[in-house]
């Protein structure tokens, strides 16, 4: 008890000590106080006189304006998509009570199928682009799915059916059974700028109908790995999982990209997010509807980007930029334009070449059979050439991906002009194309011709791979060489 007088004596002390201190701050800092909150009082008048008259917020108002009209505009062009795949479900084991008895009715549940079931996979957008059902998405949106479920902004269902779909660009177009629809209308991103706004609408996390605003903040980003023709849109617009496939708008309500990745280290928006161009799309979207497939471009070389490093290793000036014709196919519009291995392709219609994904997606991009021009480099001068383009063979390509995968090594006929170069007799050798890194035959550089396999005579390319596989089988390889200088033998194995 004494003590607890003691403490309350103390406390009673102290605020009779403090009381004078303390109205002498209060005091002070009223004032102070007081003369702030006057001037912040008077400024937020005045400011409110001046924003009650701003042309700049008028301006402001006007562009919320446009944001809401463009929104109401395309959203009911937007969709939700389910990803559905069958499962077969897991079938419980056996209690102690069954394992003893033998099952029930004799049979053992723990070996019993499953009965199959749908799930979902997956989640993303799309955009209507025709009144009679037609729909853009991204292709990793629908890729694997047994069935695709649509909802449309009113949350009606439809089944959907795949058209057709494109893994070079990753787009897909779907229909579904429905007419009058409102459909939103692609437009030319070649005419996007960076810093225009935008708007992405989707279904972000399942939430759809989400809208989020931006800018452009670059076009033509490529060599992202993203697809095999990257040329992405740029935008800062938030695009998070499930935005994949919905539509990038510009404030005129015309859809100039289908939001397809965003870069982050934890899967959700950073600000930097990639959409595919609309007028790519507009392309690939009309093949699809009309064939089914999507028709590319193809010249027929394996080029190679001229790097810093590479241009030293071949003695080229350092200002050198653009991609080296590493091979050229037998029969292909390069060869019958006269493009040789070790010429530096430097542009194509006018347009600089730097890359070997950007030559590739130039090519791919031109109608077959339309006729380019072509600039390249040959013993330090330039020389402008025509080609007409070919038509791409995806399963060509396919099967040479898988030559390279099961032999390590692709080749071709001879070349009339590798032959009289060689002296070579017709039917005599295969000419390397393409070594796979890392392979057996990887030593071998491309252009260089095999005689024979183990002693076996090789005239063309079937002849070629059915000795290869004799001699990995019997686990010894030598192969006769020739090149322009000389001829030797080489171990593989």
Sequence with gaps: MQANQSFWKWLTMT????????????????RTSSAVYAQQVAEARSSRSELANESSVASADQLSRVFRDVSKSVKPAVVSIKNLVNVRQRTRGLTPAEQFFG????????????????????????????????????????????????????DR?????VI????????????????????????????MEVGDWVIAIGSPFGLAQTVTAGIISATERTDQGITAYDNFIQTDAAINPGNSGG?????????????????SRGGGYNGVCFAVPSNLAKRVVGDIISTGQVSRGYVGIGPVTVTPELAQQLELPPSTRGVIVGRVDRKSPAE???????????????KPVTTDSSIIRLVGETKPGSTVSLTYVRNGKSVDTKVTIGEFDQRKQEQRVQLLENYGIEVEEVSSQLRREYGLEANEGVEVMAVKRGGPF???????VIKSVNGQAVSNPDAFYKAVEEAFEAGSLRMVVRTEESEAIVRVL
């Design 15 to 30: 605020a009779v000590i403090a009381g004078p201190v303390g109205y002498w701050f209060y005091s002070d800092a009223g």
């Design 103 to 154: 099952g029930i009715g004799g049979t053992d549940l723990s070996e019993q199928a499953g009965e199959m079931r749908q799930i979902q996979n997956g989640l993303g957008s799309g955009v209507i682009i025709r009144e009679d059902g037609y729909i853009l998405t991204n292709n990793h949106v629908v890729k694997d799915a047994t069935a695709l479920e649509v909802y449309l902004s009113d």
């Design 157 to 161: 269902k439809y089944e959907a059916k």
């Design 164 to 191: 057709g779909t494109d893994e070079r660009t990753d787009l897909a177009v779907l229909k579904i059974d429905a007419k009058g629809l409102v459909s939103a209308p692609l437009g030319d991103s070649a005419t």
């Design 247 to 263: 539509p990038l708008v510009n404030l005129r309500g015309e859809v100039i990209g289908i939001n397809t990745a965003i870069a």
């Design 336 to 350: 019958q334009a006269g493009l040789e291995p070790g010429d530096i392709i430097t542009a194509v219609n006018g």
């Design 442 to 448: 990887a030593r071998l550089p491309a252009g260089i």
